[in-house]
T-cell receptor, first 115, second 111 residues
Framework: DTGVSQNPRHKITKRGQNVTFRCDPISEHNRLYWYRQTLGQGPEFLTY????????KSRLLSDRFSAERPKGSFSTLEIQRTEQGDSAMYLC?????????????FGQGTRLTVV | RKEVEQDPGPFNVPEGATVAFNCTYS??????FFWYRQDCRKEPKLLMS???SGNEDGRFTAQLNRASQYISLLIRDSKLSDSATYLC????????????FGQGTTLQVKP
């Protein structure tokens, strides 16, 4: 399977715990994005990388959220001291820089439930 | 004001109907535009890019009006399988690739 892979698919955690999600992009893609989606809403931008450089982080993202892409390949998203409001689907996408347009391919997401 | 705005619907239409969705964006410097489709509990997938001259792909037609900062998607001869949420997507930063999604418009095609 050469698509975007996310692990785990589901995560249930107690409030206050830390969680980490992993995303493996399509191998030749140099851009990687993280989004959060709640029911009835479109994906909300969190952050994105070009190779290993984190180019932008949403102002909506609190300091409890951090993302890394240490070797420009896979990425991790960590949420510290989780809150019930963090419950959502976390989507990862990747794309390649080609001309002025690039299709973003999404993984199936990690569904987080904070209890 | 949201950066990308869509009417969430739902749009309930009979099979064979023609339906149009609209989307407005706030940043006039936006470079690229797309429509994505998202099925229930699935990830978004690219439906089509939107070009300045307008473009068509089978039953689907996309239009861009830069002066009005407005994007549209027209679906002709609706099929049951077209039932999904349609997401308007704007690239705000040229080739740097930040993609901003609208809330999505839900379409339900009924027999």
């Amino acid at each position: 399977d050469t698509g975007v892979s996310q692990n785990p698919r589901h995560k249930i955690t107690k409030r206050g715990q830390n969680v980490t999600f992993r995303c493996d992009p399509i191998s030749e893609h140099n851009r990687l994005y993280w989004y959060r989606q709640t029911l009835g809403q479109g994906p909300e931008f969190l952050t994105y990388f070009q190779n290993e450089a984190q180019l932008e982080k949403s102002r909506l993202l609190s300091d409890r959220f951090s993302a890394e892409r240490p070797k420009g390949s896979f990425s991790t998203l960590e949420i510290q001291r989780t809150e019930q409001g963090d419950s959502a689907m976390y989507l990862c996408a990747s794309s390649s820089l080609t001309g002025g347009e690039s299709e973003a391919f999404f993984g199936q997401g990690t569904r987080l439930t904070v209890v | 004001r949201k950066e990308v705005e869509q009417d969430p619907g739902p749009f309930n239409v009979p099979e064979g109907a023609t339906v149009a969705f609209n989307c407005t964006y706030s940043n006039s410097a936006s470079q690229s535009f797309f429509w994505y489709r998202q099925d229930c509990r699935k990830e978004p997938k690219l439906l089509m890019s939107v070009y300045s001259s307008g473009n068509e792909d089978g039953r689907f037609t996309a239009q861009l009006n830069r002066a009005s900062q407005y994007i549209s998607l027209l679906i002709r001869d609706s099929k049951l399988s077209d039932s999904a949420t349609y997401l308007c997507v704007v690239n705000y930063s040229g080739n740097t690739g930040k993609l901003i999604f609208g809330q999505g418009t839900t379409l339900q095609v009924k027999p």
